[in-house]
């Protein structure tokens, strides 16, 4: 099957309206395209049932969709536990592009789920809400890279999840120079920690700056067997 013979359906949570098969199909065939080419597919095919994550690490995948469709649903998730600078990036992006952002903010805790609970965090904090912000849709996209760690370094750019949705992942190929060329080509906005020793931003308590030549997520759960948040494992 071919990007010219997949139908334009109507997506649904849980739409199987293409078989696993045809997902690795297609996931072959978009190695081969642009990532505005596979947001296009994705927008055709599936919007208004379709929402893309965003970390606010950088506005790259933003940035390519709303040249796809501005009406795309951005989906941030406010933790609680976020830097005042991806806080901030997340306003200047908004207004920037005049997004349809969705905040799926976290209820208030007694005590520091991190501290309390730092292996369930993650899941209880980020997942739960990612589960919120994608119940009614039928398929979702994230800024996910090969290229970022081992642990997706066989990421496909288009397959099913655990909840039944198709996950795209535009730019699952690029490079960090590609991400990088893009950014100065069309002066993307950045979050400021990047510049300050923060190739991977998470959350404020479980990210910590990375020194030369150290892996770009090594700050992330640093000293933990922990490297994913689970986000992209579900």
């Known amino acids: 099957m071919t990007i010219a013979e997949t139908p334009v359906g109507v997506g649904r949570a849980g739409d199987h309206d293409l078989t696993d098969q045809e997902l690795a199909e297609l996931s072959a065939e978009f190695e081969r395209l642009p990532a505005s080419k596979i947001i296009q597919w994705a927008v ?21 969709a709303h040249r796809v469709d501005p009406a795309i649903e951005v989906v941030f998730i406010d933790t609680g536990y976020h830097f005042p600078e991806t806080l901030a990036t997340v306003e200047e992006v908004r207004r920037h ?73 535009p730019i699952a190929t690029w490079s960090d120079e590609d991400v990088a060329e893009y950014i100065a080509e069309h002066d993307v906005i950045v979050n400021p920690l990047t510049k300050r020793g923060y190739p991977s931003i998470g959350c404020m308590p479980c990210t910590t700056p990375v020194a030369t030549g150290e892996d770009p997520r090594a700050g992330r759960w640093r000293g933990k067997a922990k490297t994913e948040c689970g986000l992209h494992l579900a």
Do not use: F
Not at 51 to 62: E, F, G, R, Y
Not at 107 to 133: H, I, M, T, Y
């Open 44 to 64: 055709d095919r599936y919007a208004p049932h379709l929402a893309m994550t965003a970390s606010m690490t950088d506005a790259v995948l933003i940035d390519l």
């Open 97 to 169: 592009y005049g997004l349809n952002l969705r905040m799926m903010t976290v209820a208030r805790q007694d005590e520091a789920l991190w501290a309390a609970d730092p292996e369930n965090c993650c899941s209880a904090v980020k997942v739960g809400q990612l589960d919120r912000a994608l119940a009614g849709k039928a398929a979702w996209m994230s800024g996910l890279r090969r290229g970022e760690a081992g642990t997706r370094a066989g990421a496909p750019i288009v397959s099913r999840d655990l909840r039944g949705l198709v996950k795209v992942n």
